[in-house]
């Protein structure tokens, strides 16, 4: 298997695992009737933190997209 081909599966696995790793934040955070963060503070939080995590895994998903394609001519 060639070396663009495995770095691009390697991309689109750390986008999925981030997209994963938001969501096991949004769990572990999670209101509790035993105490934690209330459910205004954790619907803030999941929606500042998404943004990081979503523009996360869209770069890697754009660069494994580069990837597969390959080495391309300049046009100039």
Sequence with gaps: ????????????????GSM???LGLMFVTRPVSSGGIDGTLHLCLGSAS??????????????????KVGREPIRG
């Design 1 to 16: 298997m060639e070396f663009n081909k495995m770095a691009a599966l390697g991309a689109q696995g750390v986008a999925g």
């Design 20 to 22: 994963l790793a938001w």
């Design 50 to 67: 998404f943004a990081v995590f979503a523009l996360m895994a869209a770069a890697h998903v754009w660069f494994a997209q580069q990837l």
